[in-house]
C-alpha cells in the first residue's frame, strides 16, 4: 500500500501563485509514476499532469502547459505542483496519485492505484 497526502491548497487571487506537495508513504518503491488531478463542483475528475518517479519524464494536460510543473524529490518522497498564473477556472479539489503500473506517463483516473484525500484551490477573479 502507498499513502498520499496533499498539502498546499488555498485561496488565491486571479495570477497568482501556490505550491501543493503530496508525501507519500508505505511502499514507496512499488511506485513508477505520480500524478495531479483535480475535480470542480459538477465536473469528471481530469489530468493535470504526472511524472515518472524514478526519471525527468514529464507530461502535462494543455490546459496548465507553461503555466504549471510537476517536480519530485525522491529524497523526501514528495511530488510538487507549482502553479503560476492562477485562472478562476483553476478552480478545484486537487487530487494526487500514484500508480505501478510501468507503462509510461498516464492520464486517465483508472491507470492510477492510489490517491490522496484531495486539497481545496480557489481562485478568485
Known amino acids: 500500500q502507498v499513502q498520499l497526502v496533499e498539502s498546499g491548497g488555498g485561496l488565491v487571487q486571479a495570477g497568482g501563485s501556490l505550491r501543493l506537495s503530496c508525501g507519500a508513504s508505505g511502499r514507496t518503491f512499488s511506485v513508477y509514476a505520480m500524478g495531479w488531478f483535480r475535480q470542480a463542483p459538477g465536473k469528471e475528475r481530469e489530468f493535470v499532469a504526472a511524472?515518472?518517479?524514478?526519471?525527468?519524464?514529464?507530461s502535462y494536460a494543455d490546459s496548465v502547459k507553461g503555466r504549471f510543473t510537476i517536480s519530485r524529490d525522491n529524497a523526501k518522497n514528495t511530488v510538487y505542483l507549482q502553479m503560476n498564473s492562477l485562472k478562476p477556472e483553476d478552480t478545484a479539489v486537487y487530487y494526487c496519485?500514484?500508480?505501478?503500473?510501468?507503462?509510461?506517463?498516464?492520464?486517465?483516473?483508472?491507470?492510477?492505484?492510489?490517491w490522496g484525500q484531495g486539497t481545496q484551490v480557489t481562485v478568485s477573479s
Open positions: 511524472i515518472i518517479w524514478g526519471g525527468v519524464a514529464t
Open positions: 496519485a500514484a500508480t505501478i503500473r510501468p507503462y509510461g506517463l498516464r492520464s486517465t483516473t483508472s491507470d492510477y492505484n492510489y
